[in-house]
């Protein structure tokens, strides 16, 4: 099974800046995804981070709020930009291999005020 | 879009009772699998089941997949203290291609 590290755990920022977590992988993956989750609620995908191109975005997120990097195999970081309160939520990142067990890092809980 | 509706939202149980939560696509299957997170945690993996009818024991847990692959469950027996947090299922469908949509999750309180 695969460790992913994510980074910061935990913040709290100013409207308007952005923030920018970070995912490492102990192993290479084949995916890579971000979520977004509210506390007590299901969790949104916001992309799936491709290795070496533009990431795949889902319906209602674009790439100007949430750039997403992805330069390899074990290593990923999304760009919450231009943040507002509603942009508070925790965000994860996962890894895996499509027909396989996904592993989430541990989460970043983002405020912002 | 693939949609994963899970019921119920929540459920208080006493401990040593049992508990069950139900999952259903709007489309079929490829695979089905199930996650606990705990309060404050991120969700772990427990299990994937990939055929029509499966069914999976882990000690006090038994998950099945249904017949059409578009519905599964996830039942414990004999619930205890530890067993709470809330449970997700994720559907991978034939196109998503390692996507998972994930049902609205059961959030379990045991209560001792």
């Known amino acids: 099974s695969a460790v992913i590290s994510q980074k910061p755990s935990r913040d709290i920022c100013q409207r308007g800046t952005s923030l920018t977590i970070q995912c490492q992988v102990d192993?290479?993956?084949?995916?890579m995804f971000w979520y977004r989750q509210q506390p007590g609620q299901s969790l949104t995908l916001i992309a799936t981070?491709?290795?070496?191109?533009?990431?795949?975005?889902e319906s209602g997120f674009v790439i100007d709020k949430f750039p997403i990097s992805r330069p390899n195999l074990t290593f990923s970081t999304l760009t919450v930009s231009n943040m507002s309160p509603e942009d508070s939520s925790i965000y994860l990142c996962?890894?895996?291999?499509?027909?396989?067990?996904?592993?989430f890092g541990q989460g970043t809980r983002l405020t912002v005020v | 879009g693939q949609q994963v509706m899970q019921i119920p939202q929540y459920q208080h149980v006493q401990e040593g009772e049992d508990f069950t939560t139900y999952c259903n696509s709007s489309?079929?299957?490829?695979?089905i699998q199930w996650y606990k997170q705990r309060p404050g945690g991120h969700p772990v993996f427990l299990i994937q089941?990939?055929?029509?009818?499966e069914v999976k024991k882990q000690k006090r847990l038994t998950f099945q997949f249904g017949e059409a692959k578009k519905n599964s469950s996830l039942h414990i027996t004999a619930t205890q203290t530890t067993d709470v947090g809330t449970y997700f299922c994720?559907?991978?469908?034939?196109?998503?291609?390692?996507?998972?949509?994930f049902g609205q999750g059961t959030i379990l309180t045991v209560h001792p």
């Open positions: 981070a491709n290795q070496g191109s533009e990431a795949t975005y």
């Open positions: 192993s290479q993956v084949t995916m």
């Open positions: 089941l990939v055929k029509s009818g």
């Open positions: 994720a559907g991978r469908g034939g196109t998503s291609y390692g996507k998972l949509t």
């Open positions: 489309t079929t299957l490829s695979n």
């Open positions: 996962s890894g895996g291999s499509p027909n396989t067990e996904a592993f």
